[in-house]
């Protein structure tokens, strides 16, 4: 069965400093990949999202993503973070014929002024 | 901008109530989608509707079952509510399939079951 893991339950990161957000996934094939943010009090948004081509995209608000597939990961980054990142970040594998995402549980992020 | 918004932001019930969660979205979406978000486990499909009175199980449909009459409008409802249905829902829409258009958001509704 496919699966997504995010090893980091929580991660402190000072202002300006950079930022990479783990993700894991277990499925066969090459999935089709997505990262959502959910800051406080706010609907879940999408930041980025990978189906096949160049292995590093780009997303909204500066964060970038990288597909590894001998490592199946698909890590978040972004070179400088500002307190206004602070929020939680999930990490979604979309690998079925049913069109249903598989969720990671989640990573807070926490920003160190 | 796709608006998706649910009725209640917190909502507190007892045990053995029928509660309705209900959630809207003004994007004219085939889609729509209930999701139970829990601290450690992430989001988990309960229901998803691609069309008027149309609806599918999602991973955890137990105790819960949905209404979809107009397509705006997706209904969650929990028949007899238990404490272990504690927990914040998530309305989502969108237009196509979540692999090829982005899912749209609710703010989310906290139910407590007392």
């Known amino acids: 069965a496919q699966s997504v893991t995010q090893p980091d339950i929580h991660i402190t990161v000072s202002e300006g400093a950079s930022l990479e957000l783990r993700c894991n996934y277990s499925?066969?094939?090459?999935?089709?990949l997505f990262w959502y943010v959910q800051s406080p009090g706010q609907g879940l948004q999408l930041l980025l999202k990978?189906?096949?081509?160049d292995t590093l995209v780009q997303g909204i608000k500066g964060f970038e993503a990288e597909f590894k597939r001998s490592q199946s990961s698909f890590n978040l980054r972004k070179p400088s973070v500002h307190w206004s990142d602070a929020a939680e970040y999930f990490c979604?594998?979309?690998?079925?014929?049913?069109?249903?995402?598989?969720w990671g549980a989640g990573t807070k992020l926490i920003i160190k002024p | 901008d796709v608006k998706v918004t649910q009725s209640s932001r917190y909502l507190v019930k007892r045990t053995g109530e029928k509660v309705f969660l209900e959630c809207v979205q003004d994007?004219?979406?085939?889609?729509m989608f209930w999701y139970r978000q829990d601290p450690g486990l992430g989001l988990r499909l309960i229901y998803f509707?691609?069309?008027?009175?149309?609806?599918e199980k999602g991973d955890i449909p137990e105790g819960y079952s949905v209404s979809r009459e107009k397509k705006e409008r997706f209904s969650l409802i929990l028949e007899s509510a238990s404490t272990n249905q504690t927990s914040m829902y998530l309305c989502?829409?969108?237009?196509?399939?979540?692999?090829?258009?982005?899912?749209?958001f609710g703010n989310g509704t906290r139910l407590t079951v007392t």
């Open positions: 989502a829409s969108t237009h196509g399939t979540a692999y090829n258009s982005p899912l749209h």
């Open positions: 994007m004219d979406h085939e889609n």
């Open positions: 509707s691609y069309d008027v009175k149309m609806k």
């Open positions: 499925y066969g094939a090459t999935p089709y």
């Open positions: 990978y189906f096949s081509g």
């Open positions: 979604a594998v979309g690998a079925g014929s049913n069109y249903q995402l598989i």
